[in-house]
């Protein structure tokens, strides 16, 4: 039964992290000022946080829409044996694009009484115009022209639909993997078994280019396999990262070393993100005074909670 409580429970992921790096008022307005502002009866501030919280940029998007599109095509080709063709694929991405530029240019009264169910983008949000940057639609064109091509041709759908030993086991879920007594939040974009070479393969789907922040993600995934199946070996997981934009894909082997390294960080993080707590047992954050803002302010243009800091 859902419950009302006045702060939110603790958990960690990466993003969580990463955010805090980068500024620790973004960090209090995402994980903390937007907290409840959901209910009718809460503060006006709060519910301005929750549907800030809720902008997307057209990177986002897009990449969202795209993994969504996956999810399905992958559920329906296990059910049905059908793969559908790249057009009508694309054709998807480009309605579903249109559909959040039309929300966000003719919405907003929708997005202000439901910001978690209607699109608002960022560059439009805090625009001068209607109009998004040119530059923009130019990048997310081209990533819609070759995005499908590529996920139908890559090294992940070649198994699907030619190795007839896979054993389908989790696709896009929030998977929860407890370090000690804290829990730390994962959502893996595909998860299967190789029988015939006994390989559990895990799978990322990338919209964008690589980055070198992607290794830490997938020894979270690996945490997560190894407390939630009997693998005996690491040398049987397989992690895979297919570059949508560049249509090539990447396996990566980690060993014991890495995943130690990666739930040291996590401590580490834990206790950074404590010490912005005025009751760590009840997860009651500090004021807002006591987050500092980036000293970097170019970077507070993209963030989604400018006009908190910059009225």
């Known amino acids: ?86 057009t009508g694929l694309t054709e998807n991405v480009r309605m579903l694009l249109n559909k959040g530029f039309i929300d966000s240019t003719r919405h907003y009264k929708n997005w202000i009484e439901r910001p978690k169910k209607t699109t608002m983008f960022h560059e439009l949000y805090y625009g001068q115009t209607k109009k998004l940057p040119k530059e923009k639609v130019e990048k997310i064109t081209h990533r819609l022209n070759v995005a499908m091509k590529h996920f139908l041709s890559s090294k992940t759908m070649q198994e699907l639909a030619y190795n007839e030993q896979i054993e389908f086991l989790e696709a896009e879920k929030f998977r929860i993997l407890e370090v000690g007594k804290l829990k730390v ?18 799978v990322d789907w990338k919209t964008g280019k690589q980055s070198e922040e992607d290794p830490y993600q997938l020894a979270l995934y690996v945490l997560y396999l190894l407390q939630s199946y009997s693998i005996p070996d690491l040398n049987n997981i397989v992690i895979r990262n297919e570059y949508l934009l560049e249509g090539n894909s990447v396996e990566h082997q980690l060993d014991q070393v890495t995943l130690e390294k990666v739930q040291e960080l996590i401590g580490t993080s834990v206790e950074w993100m404590t010490g912005y707590l005025e009751e760590p047992s009840e997860n009651k954050p500090l004021s807002i005074e006591n987050f500092p803002k980036t000293s970097d302010q170019r970077a507070c243009r993209y963030c989604n909670f400018y006009e908190l800091c910059f009225s």
């Open 185 to 202: 939040f994962v959502v893996l974009d595909l998860l299967y078994k190789d029988l015939e070479r006994n390989k559990w393969v895990i």
């Open 1 to 86: 039964m859902f419950e009302i409580k006045t702060y939110p429970e603790f958990s960690w992921s990466l993003s969580r992290h990463k955010t805090l790096m980068h500024c620790a008022r973004q960090y209090a307005h995402q994980y903390y000022s937007s907290h409840n502002g959901w209910l009718r009866n809460a503060p006006e501030w709060n519910k301005q946080a929750y549907r800030l919280k809720n902008l997307t940029n057209l990177e986002m998007y897009f990449g969202s829409v795209v993994h969504d599109i996956i999810e399905q095509v992958i559920e329906d080709y296990l059910n049905t044996g059908i793969l559908p063709e790249e």
